[in-house]
């Protein structure tokens, strides 16, 4: 599969190990292309910032920790979409070992689609993390 | 009035004769020098006792006028310390009972950490050094079932993680399947909750244009807890089918309302430990809480006083606080 078929993907995890796994099962996927790994949303952010908020360099899916940033008041639920209601377009997929109740449904009330959740437990495997990605791409993807 | 001000000053303390005491003593010697002015005095003497009589009147009226101002503005003062006692004392008496709430609940998660976690960490460490492959399955599962079943459960009475990301999300979690929500617009996801990203030290803030308001943590968690307790209340109650939450803005009040459709309140009824909480907690922020039959069931009404603040302001406010 080439790479341009491919879906991009970036990852934000402030859980070194975590991401070090994302990076492995994301780089290894055939249908993911892995086009950056952050440690918070702040270094996401500064990234962003420096290339100026260009459409194109916004990947497919996020994959994101909800609580990974170093502000204790900023979680990445209300971050992320906020950058939707700002125009950009991407899906995103929230992995965290606690349980946010109803937020998917909240986020949906504006953005209707292209949002998913994985728990994060000892049972959480490659290929439902890569299903739940591929799932909440595809739900975006609709809408395009 | 300033007679029974004079009788109360009498009653309460001796002192309070001291000014008593000289007006009579001047009434006693204006009447012994009235009476030399009109058997026994000569003309030369006529002039000197008709002006220490005018004198003495005049004491005593500044007399009589001064004891019955001060005595009226001591009774005032004394009635506004009274009043600051009581309320001082039902603000004590909730934040006790806040107070103990809040131990119980450290308590009971610091007794859980250190009696049942510990224990059972241990015990898992010890099994994974001795065990064979085939056991480590059943050691994971029970690791799990500690971390999904009960840590998560005490974590969340810590404080609930949906709460962390908004209100909105925290209500909606909290009253799935449990109760209709309204909650002003102006607390949702439709306000607009803008990010600015600034360039010196990577510094992800709110924009001066979001327009979302912001309660802050520590209410926030008031009004999920408030709720919590309301609704639970209400859930117990016989003929309960339905319960509806609204929370919005009234003047310069935050509004929080539980209806329910179950049987209404007695005629007497005694606060549970639920309505005790909901009402230390409104006075915490010094709102005021109601409980009262309507149409149909009963409503519980909590009216906080609140000021609306978008999130950017509340940020701007807490720099400055931190700069002086």
Same mark, same amino acid.
């Given at each position: 599969?080439?790479?341009?078929?491919?879906?991009?993907?970036?990852?934000?995890?402030?859980?070194?190990?975590?991401?070090?796994?994302?990076?492995?099962?994301?780089?290894?996927?055939?249908?993911?292309?892995?086009?950056?790994?952050?440690?918070?949303?702040?270094?996401?952010?500064?990234?962003?910032?420096?290339?100026?908020?260009?459409?194109?360099?916004?990947?497919?899916?996020?994959?994101?920790?909800?609580?990974?940033?170093?502000?204790?008041?900023?979680?990445?639920?209300?971050?992320?979409?906020?950058?939707?209601?700002?125009?950009?377009?991407?899906?995103?997929?929230?992995?965290?070992?606690?349980?946010?109740?109803?937020?998917?449904?909240?986020?949906?009330?504006?953005?209707?689609?292209?949002?998913?959740?994985?728990?994060?437990?000892?049972?959480?495997?490659?290929?439902?993390?890569?299903?739940?990605?591929?799932?909440?791409?595809?739900?975006?993807?609709?809408?395009? | 009035?300033?007679?029974?001000?004079?009788?109360?000053?009498?009653?309460?303390?001796?002192?309070?004769?001291?000014?008593?005491?000289?007006?009579?003593?001047?009434?006693?010697?204006?009447?012994?020098?009235?009476?030399?002015?009109?058997?026994?005095?000569?003309?030369?003497?006529?002039?000197?006792?008709?002006?220490?009589?005018?004198?003495?009147?005049?004491?005593?009226?500044?007399?009589?006028?001064?004891?019955?101002?001060?005595?009226?503005?001591?009774?005032?003062?004394?009635?506004?310390?009274?009043?600051?006692?009581?309320?001082?004392?039902?603000?004590?008496?909730?934040?006790?009972?806040?107070?103990?709430?809040?131990?119980?609940?450290?308590?009971?998660?610091?007794?859980?950490?250190?009696?049942?976690?510990?224990?059972?960490?241990?015990?898992?460490?010890?099994?994974?050094?001795?065990?064979?492959?085939?056991?480590?399955?059943?050691?994971?599962?029970?690791?799990?079932?500690?971390?999904?079943?009960?840590?998560? !459960?005490?974590?969340? #009475?810590?404080?609930?993680?949906?709460? /962390?990301?908004?209100?909105?999300? *925290?209500? &909606?979690? +909290?009253?799935?399947?449990?109760?209709?929500?309204?909650?002003?617009?102006?607390?949702?996801?439709?306000?607009?909750?803008?990010?600015?990203?600034?360039?010196?030290?990577?510094?992800?803030?709110?924009?001066?244009?979001?327009?979302?308001?912001?309660?802050?943590?520590?209410?926030?968690?008031?009004?999920?807890?408030?709720?919590?307790?309301?609704?639970?209340?209400?859930?117990?109650?016989?003929?309960?089918?339905?319960?509806?939450?609204?929370?919005?803005?009234?003047?310069?009040?935050?509004?929080?309302?539980?209806?329910?459709?179950?049987?209404?309140?007695?005629?007497?009824?005694?606060?549970?430990?639920?309505?005790?909480?909901?009402? !230390?907690?409104?006075? #915490?922020?010094?709102?005021?809480?109601? /409980?009262?039959?309507?149409?149909? *069931?009963? &409503?519980? +009404?909590?009216?906080?006083?609140?000021?609306?603040?978008?999130?950017?302001?509340?940020?701007?406010?807490?720099?400055?606080?931190?700069?002086?």
């Amino acid at each position: 599969m080439n790479q341009s078929s491919k879906i991009s993907v970036m990852i934000i995890e402030n859980d070194d190990d975590f991401r070090d796994l994302l990076n492995d099962i994301f780089e290894l996927s055939e249908q993911f292309a892995l086009r950056g790994s952050f440690s918070s949303i702040e270094e996401f952010c500064n990234l962003l910032l420096q290339q100026g908020l260009p459409e194109n360099w916004i990947p497919q899916l996020l994959v994101a920790d909800v609580l990974a940033s170093v502000n204790p008041r900023i979680e990445s639920a209300s971050f992320l979409a906020a950058l939707r209601d700002e125009g950009l377009n991407f899906a995103a997929l929230f992995i965290s070992s606690a349980d946010f109740g109803s937020m998917l449904r909240v986020l949906r009330k504006k953005h209707p689609h292209g949002w998913g959740f994985v728990l994060k437990n000892s049972r959480l495997t490659e290929r439902a993390i890569l299903e739940a990605a591929f799932e909440t791409y595809r739900d975006f993807a609709v809408t395009r | 009035m300033t007679l029974k001000y004079l009788i109360e000053l009498l009653r309460r303390d001796r002192m309070n004769w001291a000014p008593v005491l000289l007006i009579f003593g001047q009434i006693i010697y204006m009447g012994s020098a009235t009476m030399v002015l009109l058997y026994e005095l000569d003309d030369s003497h006529v002039a000197a006792v008709t002006t220490s009589i005018f004198v003495g009147m005049i004491v005593i009226i500044y007399t009589i006028v001064g004891v019955a101002r001060t005595s009226a503005r001591l009774l005032q003062i004394e009635k506004q310390d009274a009043e600051i006692r009581t309320l001082f004392e039902k603000y004590v008496k909730n934040r006790d009972l806040l107070e103990l709430i809040d131990n119980q609940i450290r308590e009971e998660i610091g007794s859980w950490i250190h009696g049942t976690l510990q224990p059972k960490l241990v015990k898992l460490a010890k099994d994974v050094r001795n065990s064979k492959s085939e056991e480590l399955e059943q050691i994971a599962k029970r690791i799990d079932e500690i971390n999904e079943h009960e840590v998560r !459960a005490y974590a969340h #009475k810590l404080f609930p993680p949906a709460l /962390l990301v908004s209100l909105e999300v *925290g209500l &909606e979690s +909290l009253l799935e399947n449990r109760a209709e929500l309204v909650l002003d617009v102006r607390f949702t996801s439709a306000a607009d909750l803008r990010f600015s990203i600034l360039n010196q030290g990577c510094e992800v803030t709110l924009s001066e244009n979001s327009a979302r308001l912001s309660v802050g943590r520590n209410l926030g968690y008031a009004i999920y807890r408030m709720i919590e307790e309301a609704v639970a209340n209400s859930e117990k109650k016989f003929g309960t089918t339905k319960i509806s939450v609204h929370v919005g803005l009234e003047n310069d009040f935050l509004v929080i309302s539980v209806r329910d459709n179950g049987e209404p309140l007695a005629i007497k009824f005694e606060f549970g430990l639920g309505l005790s909480v909901i009402e !230390a907690f409104s006075q #915490k922020y010094e709102g005021t809480m109601s /409980l009262h039959n309507v149409t149909g *069931g009963v &409503e519980l +009404l909590v009216k906080i006083p609140y000021t609306p603040t978008t999130f950017n302001e509340k940020i701007e406010r807490s720099k400055s606080k931190d700069r002086s």
